[in-house]
């Protein structure tokens, strides 16, 4: 069973197309984060929320702590937006993180 | 400027060799992490050290062992008791009592 399930789990767009990915959770956290991974390998952070809404540039992310899911937006795609997009909690309880298998996604121009 | 290095980016061994990858960081963080990434997988823990001198295990440590007796360097040792080394390896730290963890470029180890 995972603490945090993803969906979907491949996504193809057209460039400027809307994209909504997906994240439940089943732990309690204190942050969620949505991470950003390109084929070299290396993760970078895109956002940690811990309640209600943030946004840079075309990427959107909220999160309902109740329902135990958050989203990510991103608008008017481009192919430099192609990526695996992965969630990941912070357990309230431990030191432990859990993170999602990934979204990935391609932008076609 | 601060962050986490991992190096190498790629590693090549033979099998039955141990192998080192190394993970610095200079963010004055103390809680440092290890984990290991496999396709169609999410990240999965091997260890983590909560401060100098400490670790603990993760969910997939064996065949894994760490060090840390620098609070800025965690070095993963791949033992050839792991039985499927070959994979993408990735470094992480969060500040004492902080939710977000900062992330290395990771190592990706063949083993052949």
């Known amino acids: 069973k995972n603490e945090v399930e993803q969906s979907p789990q491949n996504l193809t767009a057209q460039e400027g197309e809307f994209i909504t990915i997906n994240c439940s959770y089943s732990?309690?956290?204190?942050?969620l984060h949505w991470l950003q991974q390109h084929p070299g390998g290396g993760i970078v952070s895109l956002f940690m929320?811990?309640?209600g809404k943030k946004k840079h540039g075309r990427l959107i992310a909220t999160i309902n702590i109740q329902e135990k899911h958050s989203s990510l937006h991103i608008t008017a795609s481009h192919p430099r937006d192609s990526a695996v997009y992965i969630c990941?909690?912070?357990?309230?309880?431990?030191?432990?993180?859990?993170f999602g298998t990934g979204t990935s996604l391609t932008v076609i121009p | 400027d601060g962050g986490i290095t991992q190096s190498p980016k790629y590693l090549f061994r033979k099998e039955g060799q141990n192998v080192t990858l190394s993970c610095e960081q200079n963010?004055?963080?103390?809680?440092m992490y290890w984990y290991r990434q496999d396709p169609g997988q999410g990240l999965r823990l091997i260890y983590y050290?909560?401060?100098?001198?400490?670790?603990q295990k993760g969910d997939i440590a064996e065949g894994y062992s760490v060090s840390r007796e620098k609070k800025e360097s965690f070095p993963l040792t791949v033992t050839s008791a792991q039985k499927n080394p070959t994979a993408f390896y990735l470094c992480?730290?969060?500040?004492?009592?902080?939710?977000?963890?900062?992330f290395g470029q990771g190592t990706r180890l063949t083993v052949v």
């Open positions: 992480a730290s969060r500040k004492k009592g902080g939710t977000e963890a900062f």
């Open positions: 732990v309690g956290i204190s942050a």
């Open positions: 929320l811990s309640s």
């Open positions: 990941a909690v912070k357990s309230n309880t431990g030191n432990q993180f859990y």
């Open positions: 963010l004055n963080h103390d809680a």
């Open positions: 050290s909560q401060i100098v001198n400490d670790f």
